[in-house]
């Protein structure tokens, strides 16, 4: 078990820039989901992959907010014309397919997200 | 819309105390109730889980949590905290039942356990 990767642990980009993410799941994991955390908050759920399929989108996922899947491996999360209210952790966890809900997350270390 | 609250934002004990971290949850169905850690420089780490039967579940490092559910709540507890259990704890809930598998957090509870 490598754990779930996500890759890069910081980025500073200006207000406007567009960002991308990428979260490496466990290897043998269905399931992949992003999260955003800011400060003094817990986790909020983003979206979340069936292998290849997006299955369900949060109201927090802004038309500016983009997430693939392309294989049913790894994924990316962009954002676009990034604003202040970005800043932010965003996590990626994995889990098994079978059992649904009741899985446990696997969780990676994040990428914290800074808008000059 | 699923909400979990967490009573105590900040919480310091002494080593050797009891602790007892609460947690409701609004969603009146059937859920699948977690408690996450996070230490200093760490990623989120599963504690314990409860998904059916027993509702007195163990975790790992001596925790566990009891899932009353006409009350909506699932409570950490640990008999003796130690030094090294000064994280931020997370309780969260997940749908059993189809459509949304996303977890809902609470806002944690930072511990801080003083030597």
């Known amino acids: 078990d490598t754990g779930v990767s996500q890759d890069p642990r910081h980025k500073i980009t200006k207000r406007g820039q567009n960002v991308t993410f990428r979260c490496d799941p466990i290897?043998?994991?269905?399931?992949l989901y992003w999260y955003r955390q800011t400060l003094g908050q817990g986790p909020e759920f983003l979206t979340y992959f069936q292998n290849e399929a997006q299955l369900e989108k949060s109201r927090l996922l802004s038309d500016r907010f983009s997430a693939e899947r392309p294989k049913g491996s790894f994924s990316t999360l962009e954002i676009q014309r990034t604003e202040q209210g970005d800043s932010a952790m965003y996590l990626c966890?994995?889990?098994?397919?079978?059992?649904?809900?009741?899985?446990?997350?696997?969780f990676g270390d994040g990428t914290r997200l800074s808008i000059l | 819309a699923q909400s979990v609250s967490q009573h105590n934002h900040h919480v310091i004990l002494s080593e050797a105390a009891s602790l007892e971290l609460g947690c409701n949850y609004s969603?009146?169905?059937?859920?699948?109730l977690f408690w996450y850690v996070q230490y200093p420089g760490q990623h989120l780490q599963l504690l314990l889980k409860?998904?059916?039967?027993?509702?007195l579940v163990k975790g790992i490092k001596g925790f566990e949590a009891e899932f009353i559910k006409s009350k909506f709540s699932f409570n950490l507890r640990k008999p003796s905290v130690q030094w090294s259990d000064t994280a931020e704890y997370f309780c969260?809930?997940?749908?059993?039942?189809?459509?949304?598998?996303?977890?809902?957090f609470g806002k944690g509870t930072h511990l801080i356990i003083q030597p």
């Open positions: 290897s043998e994991h269905n399931r």
């Open positions: 969260a809930v997940a749908y059993s039942g189809g459509g949304a598998d996303g977890l809902t």
């Open positions: 409860y998904f059916s039967g027993d509702p």
């Open positions: 969603y009146g169905g059937t859920v699948n």
């Open positions: 966890a994995s889990s098994p397919g079978a059992g649904g809900s009741g899985q446990p997350q696997h």
